[in-house]
Nanobody, 123 residues
Framework: QVHLVESGGGLVQAGGSLRLSCVVSGSFFNSYGMGWFRQAPGKEREFVAAIDWIGGTNYADSVKGRFTVSRGNAKSTMYLQMNSLKPEDTAVYYC?????????????????WGQGTQVTVSS
């Protein structure tokens, strides 16, 4: 069973920056990938960014060039550096883990979620 804890959210003005953290623990895959998702009010949860075990990354088009995903030395921690934030980035941000080689990052492929961290960007 996987345990996910997200943190680092807050209120920031448009154009500002935030850094989110995700810590994962429990029993799951070896050499796992990690990903960020978000859910805005009244909208479906969506993929934001992901990083595999060796550091390969991919991003949603809406955040390319503004967000950077990384992992800590311990591999069980993931970060999301969010720059040039926009009001449309306002959402609850969640993280998750995936089996090695998985590249779909479809929301429905994940059964367990953490509590998320709220990011609010004011205009």
């Amino acid at each position: 069973q996987v345990h996910l804890v997200e943190s680092g959210g807050g209120l920031v003005q448009a154009g500002g920056s935030l850094r989110l953290s995700c810590v994962v623990s429990g029993s799951f895959f070896n050499s796992y990938g990690m990903g960020w998702f978000r859910q805005a009010p009244g909208k479906e949860r969506e993929f934001v960014a992901a990083i595999d075990w060796i550091g390969g990354t991919n991003y949603a088009d809406s955040v390319k060039g503004r967000f950077t995903v990384s992992r800590g030395n311990a591999k069980s921690t993931m970060y999301l550096q969010m720059n040039s934030l926009k009001p449309e980035d306002t959402a609850v941000y969640y993280c998750n883990v995936a089996a090695p080689g998985y590249t779909g990052w479809g929301v429905r492929d994940f059964a367990s979620w953490g509590q998320g961290t709220q990011v609010t960007v004011s205009s």
